[in-house]
């Protein structure tokens, strides 16, 4: 298993500092939630951002846009330095096109689902991404209960990769923490976006050490 700490929940005035530690306790990428305040009513970080972490840490940087016009953000977000760009389904009708974008500037592209949206919807792009995540919460703010039926939606992911023989990584976003990232596991993810549960901890290694130990 994977953990990407969320950096949506670290302390914003001492964020250095906060990357610092769950890379130092083990953290093995970090999840940049990008909120524009129209594709959800939060608002959070830019390309900036993006480019002021990367020369303070080795992991790689994933990029989750939650923003109405994803073709837009792609090359500024490439260009700051992120290692995978995560598009929504929802937020274009040009999809394909988005994540070809993506993949011409370098970068690892995957494709996010909502609780609400059909796998079915992916079909076409799944030869082409190497991410599918799959949000266990509603987006737009952390801190909210994990969404147990989408365990089924995962382990149907899973078989369906398996079943055509492709090889994304599947993610899931949201409600992480020691009791239910067992289920997630068990249903075939392979990295786990953990907010508040990291940071919210007050030893964020002994957190993470905490969802090992229960997919064991």
Same mark, same amino acid.
Not at 91 to 109: D, F, M, P, S, W
């Given at each position: 298993?994977?953990?990407?700490?969320?950096?949506?929940?670290?302390?914003?005035?001492?964020?250095?500092?906060?990357?610092?530690?769950?890379?130092?306790?083990?953290?093995?990428?970090?999840? $940049?939630?990008?909120?524009?305040?129209?594709? =959800?009513?939060?608002?959070?970080?830019?390309?900036? =951002?993006?480019?002021?972490? @990367?020369?303070?840490?080795?992991?790689?940087?994933? $990029?989750?846009?939650?923003?109405?016009?994803?073709?837009?953000?792609?090359?500024? #977000?490439?260009?700051?330095?992120?290692?995978?760009?995560?598009?929504?389904?929802?937020?274009?009708?040009?999809?394909?096109?988005?994540?070809?974008?993506?993949?011409?500037?370098?970068? @690892?592209?995957?494709?996010?689902?909502?609780?609400?949206?059909?796998?079915?919807?992916?079909?076409?792009?799944?030869?082409?991404?190497?991410? $599918?995540?799959?949000?266990?919460?509603?987006?737009?703010?952390?801190?909210?209960?994990?969404?147990?039926?989408?365990?089924? %939606?995962?382990? @149907?992911?899973?078989?369906? @990769?398996?079943?055509? %023989?492709?090889?994304?990584?599947?993610?899931?976003?949201?409600?992480?923490?020691?009791?239910?990232?067992?289920?997630?596991?068990?249903?075939?993810?392979?990295? #786990?976006?953990?907010?508040?549960?990291?940071?919210?901890? %007050?030893?964020?290694?002994?957190?993470?050490?905490?969802?090992?130990?229960?997919?064991?």
């Amino acid at each position: 298993m994977k953990i990407a700490p969320s950096i949506l929940s670290a302390d914003f005035a001492h964020l250095a500092r906060d990357v610092e530690k769950v890379e130092k306790a083990g953290a093995d990428l970090l999840h $940049v939630d990008v909120m524009d305040g129209q594709f =959800v009513s939060n608002l959070t970080f830019g390309p900036l =951002v993006v480019q002021a972490l @990367r020369p303070v840490t080795s992991l790689p940087l994933e $990029v989750h846009l939650m923003v109405s016009d994803p073709a837009a953000w792609v090359a500024d #977000f490439a260009e700051a330095g992120a290692d995978t760009i995560l598009v929504h389904e929802e937020a274009t009708n040009h999809l394909y096109g988005v994540l070809q974008h993506v993949i011409e500037k370098g970068v @690892r592209a995957g494709v996010v689902i909502n609780p609400g949206t059909p796998l079915s919807s992916l079909e076409e792009v799944l030869p082409l991404v190497d991410q $599918v995540l799959v949000m266990t919460v509603n987006p737009g703010f952390g801190g909210q209960k994990f969404l147990t039926p989408m365990v089924d %939606k995962v382990d @149907r992911l899973y078989q369906l @990769r398996k079943a055509r %023989k492709l090889h994304f990584d599947i993610e899931v976003d949201g409600g992480i923490n020691n009791q239910t990232v067992k289920a997630a596991a068990d249903a075939g993810t392979d990295i #786990f976006v953990a907010g508040s549960y990291v940071f919210g901890s %007050k030893n964020v290694g002994d957190a993470m050490n905490s969802l090992r130990e229960a997919v064991k």
